[in-house]
């Protein structure tokens, strides 16, 4: 049987298209396969790169763990591993170059903000500050942290509360327009010579005995040397059609928009609440919850309501601001909130790229960059050995 592509992504989401993009400039026969399916992740993402913010737990990991608490304490496990904030780090450091060449390869503007005060995350109480303050003592020398007290917050954003503590602030915490990543991604693939077929559902991987050799697609089969799993919340059913375990799970976050206003948000703004950022146009961004409820994008009137309860207690000038849209997206969740990368154990012609949860924005261009080096024989610039799914195997928790 002739075969399609020597690599085919499945999903066109921000991942999918930066393993595609990163392909295709190698040189790669790549094709982009990609079914929009209501609530993917990168329509839950507000843009946010806070590589260390949510590294460390300061960004919308706040949000989860208070979701998933039994009680109103902060545990020290929303730290994610040193590995991965340094990729996360590195990956970050990409964005300004990487803005640069998909506006010229693709001309695509991703809307990468780079001025502003970074990310801050406010605290209200005292358990909050001793866990801004534990986090703080862990940080390695040279991280652009420092902690504000609440007259100081209040001279660089003067719209917030008077009724903060103080405030943890993150430099180089910036934001960028998510759905123009990953469309800034797939022209250029495209640009580059990688094929792409839209409104495609893959609804099974083709296995022959230790090897994937090709994807399903309705009654056709469309075969390859190699299939990137890149299907967002999706991946885990993706693989399982193979008899592969990769444990991802649909996360779903609902997201609130108002109508545009002045400038009034500079930094970004997290709380254990919510997280708030001004867009470019001057809409707020309000997010997010953490909900697992399956496959189900709807959105609730208790879980908006809740979002906005927090944003104008934030800030209270909000409370007169009107809504322009509510929505929902699933985020591809993992049992320890660190991406699954790279091939699996017994079998070839496979590598996954899932998992990339409340990260997957900043990590993308790092993640599209090592996957590709790994698919065509370079060494990847960073070691994926910490986050295959083989690490897996040593757990038999559930991870739903």
Known sequence: MKQTADVIVVGGGVIGGAVAFELARRS?????????????ATSASAGGLWPVGEAVGLGCGIIHHQSRAASDGISSELVLPTVFRDFLIRSNECFPKLAEELKEISAVDIEYESEGNGLFFLYFNEDEQRFVETIASGLPGGSKFKMLDANEVKQLEPQLTDDLLGAAVLANEHQLNPMYLAEGFKRAAIALGAQFRHNTLVTGLCREADRVVGVQVGDQVLTCNTVVNAA????GNLAAAAGLRVPVFPVRGQIVLTQSLPHTLSACLSTSGCYMLQKKHGEVLIGSTTENTGFDVSVTAEAITQLCRAAVQTVP?????????????????TQDEL?????MENVTGYVNAAGGFRTGIVAAPLTGRVLAQAIVGETP???????LANRFQRSTAAFA
């Open 317 to 333: 000038i909000l409370r007169n601001v009107g809504i322009k849209r509510v929505w929902s997206g699933l985020r591809p969740g």
């Open 232 to 235: 967002g919340a999706w991946a």
């Open 28 to 40: 790669v026969d790549v094709l982009l396969l990609d079914k929009s399916l209501p609530g993917r």
């Open 339 to 343: 991406p699954i990368l790279g091939p």
């Open 381 to 387: 610039d960073v070691a994926i050995d910490p986050f």
